[in-house]
């Protein structure tokens, strides 16, 4: 028997192509908590500092800025790509993520803030943070909530 057959189980695929467990009742939730966990790891990294940790990171900012700016420009250009755009590309990717359209958004701007904590942490310097988490929300803006009740 062969573990690379073409035909499908029932337990390898649904019909809707979505998981179970991510239902649009539960998108809420699951932006809570996306949420919730970025605005927490930013406060422990503020901790940290607040409590006199010296950054580690301070001799790469040339290199993380430049991470930083294509970090920036991928995720912008893909929220860009999703909500007006449309290519190929995008929807193929759609296609094969099997999440809703809304949690890839979020957590395309997730990707932006959890940079600017790494930035923060290595160097005490929050802006890239702030920038992130403001995009973030605005994520919640441009990709709402759909098909929920």
Known sequence: ???T???????????????PWLTPDRLPRIRSILLGLTLFVGLLVWTA????LVPRGTHL???LRVIGVMTWVYALVQIVDMK???SR???RRRA???????LEGWLLGQMIAWFGIAYYALTDDARWYV????LFLFSFVVFPIRGSR
Do not use: C, D, Y
């Open 96 to 102: 094969a993520s099997r999440i809703p359209e809304a």
């Open 1 to 3: 028997m062969s573990h």
């Open 61 to 63: 900012v040339a290199k």
């Open 49 to 52: 500092f607040s409590l006199g």
């Open 131 to 134: 920038g992130g988490v403001l």
């Open 89 to 91: 590309f995008a929807q």
């Open 84 to 86: 007006l755009w449309h």
């Open 5 to 19: 057959v073409p035909n499908s189980s029932i337990s390898t695929s649904s019909a809707s192509g979505v998981p």
